[in-house]
């Protein structure tokens, strides 16, 4: 049990990005614009000009009640949209489309690896909103001299998932983010890769004190640190008996601080009202349908891993907590032994490419089944195996020409048992010591033998074949 | 039909608050009129006080107030309850008539600037087509007599979707009037 001595309460707003649908969610203008020019997908609606109109993406409202389901939630039977009122430069319609009450869909949770295990944090609620312009600036946002506006991001669709106050860490905050994300991305309606694709706004209050909301947090990493700060902020201004009043901070992410931005008091009205333009849509009919589309989901694969394939849970939960990484090692497990498979696609290959900050799609499955395939015919090392690994993600090439230019073919026989005899005649004493009772003499005899196969010889034949001599020669 | 009493209160507080909305986007950044200033706050806020004129400052005000927080479920919301409880009027009332006939206004035409300085009395005149706007119903104005010289309009009002018979019944209150014929002298 988990004592959470400073009662830290941590709930999270999360606007996503539903990226991967082909328009945005009230015009029919693309959401394929992050390699073009500024301001070169908008039409009078997304610009908000005079005269034009919203009409709702069926598509949109599909993706959204199906990250409802995903999350638990219960879809609602109609849900409305409404106006937020804002003067804002990036919103161009002085309003936001976004749903106040009768959201899409609430009262959902997602279970995270918790401080003292499984742990469930609620979803208060999940709904639909459109996503304003971005604002360019020179530099810094304080230091432009101006800035430019670029409307291409102005309507897409977003989704914001707001969660019950339910996290007592920043580790756990984070963890949230990371299932959150990797929910959304085995849903197929999300790419958490492209810029904006999910941005978070956190509260946090401790004991005693009321709530911080902090906005500005452009990675899992930053929701962390800003959240850490703000614990021994608040604790600090308790501490010297002041009050930790409610209140919006900015999380500076360079000095990884968070500096106050309004009070309760310079809260905004919002003016929020049903919006006009668009009548209430009645969806209670639409989740079984979309429900039956749901993908397996993370903890449901991770489950499946363990059962189907015998790998340990701590392998499944790895292999299973990037799609892509999922799909890669099933693929993979399909031909080979699929521990062995485990190992080397989540212990090596999983870290190679994290040491280096790479994904997946820089390697190759064929690549990773050739290695396999040569280590279990006894054709390299394991410490060989490792090597074209890293000379792959480094160099490129081929398994078996990086084997061969390496010399990294793995020498056995007669040619490791003459090393061996040839050890144990220059290291007399070492054999003495071995004799002696000392078993770790063994290993200088062992590390003897690799250097004359130059690292190419089987450390556990190498081994045998020492004990095999030794106990021979007495 | 018992609510249309309070159709012209209802329907400046929707017009109104949907106004202050929609106007929200004339601020000067994508077209139309632009001052010289040199941060967002006070260029939006010169554009619009520069832009309009009063009778939409005082809408854009009025429904402001209406939106704002507090207020909501006492004007606006309360005014929507209003337009549904209105359009059910008139589809009762379409139960026994195809068409229903009223005045178009309370009164014939007033002077130019006569009512400038009194709002109030301004929208007043609109008592007798705004229950027609919030019920979404289709209506016709034809000229019906004069009174001092000056043409009298009559509405022929029909049932949802049904613009054929309104057209049909002005039709042929025309073909055997002549009231279309006269000009006002």
Known sequence: MYENPDGVMIGLEVHVQLNRLKTKVFCGCTTDYHNDPPNSHVCPVCLGLPGSLPVINKKAVEAAIKVGLALNCTVEEHTQFYRKNYYYPDLPKGFQITQYDFPISSGGYITIEGEDGEHRVGITRAHMEEDPGRLVHEGTIDKSKYTLIDYNRSGMALLEVVSDPDMRSPKEARRYLDKLRNILEYLDIFDGDLEGALRVDANISIMGGQRAEIKNISSHKGAERALLFEIVRQKNVLRRGGVVVQETRHFDEAREI???????????????????????????????????????????????????????????????????FAIFYEDVAKKVDPKIAAVWVCDVLKGELNYRDLTIEAFKKEHILSVIDLLLNKKITEDGAVDIIRTLLDKGGSPFEIMKEKGLLKVEGDIVST?????????PRAVADYRAGKEKALNSLVGAVMKKTKGRADARTAREMLLDILDKGV | MPHTKYALSAYYIIAMSEASSNLARFDGMRYGLRTEDHDWHTTFSHVRAEGFGDEVKRRILLGTYALSAGYLDKYYLKALKIRTLIKQDFEHAFKDADVLIAPTMPYPAFKIGEKIDDPISLYLADVETVPINLAGVPSISIPCGSSGGLPIGMQVIGKHFDEAAILRTAYTFEENTDFHKTEGS
Request: glycine residues 2%; aromatic residues 8%; charged residues 35%.
């Open chain 1, 258 to 324: 968070t500096l106050s931005m309004r009070s309760k008091e310079e809260a905004h009205d919002y003016r929020y009202f049903p919006e006009p333009d668009l009548v209430p849509l009645k969806i209670s009919g639409w989740a079984p349908a979309i429900k039956a589309t749901l993908p397996e989901l993370p903890d449901a694969r991770r489950l499946r891993f363990v059962e189907q394939y015998g790998i340990t849970d701590d392998h499944a939960k790895a292999l299973t907590s990037e799609l892509k």
């Open chain 1, 419 to 427: 090393a061996a005899e040839e050890a144990i005649k220059e290291n």
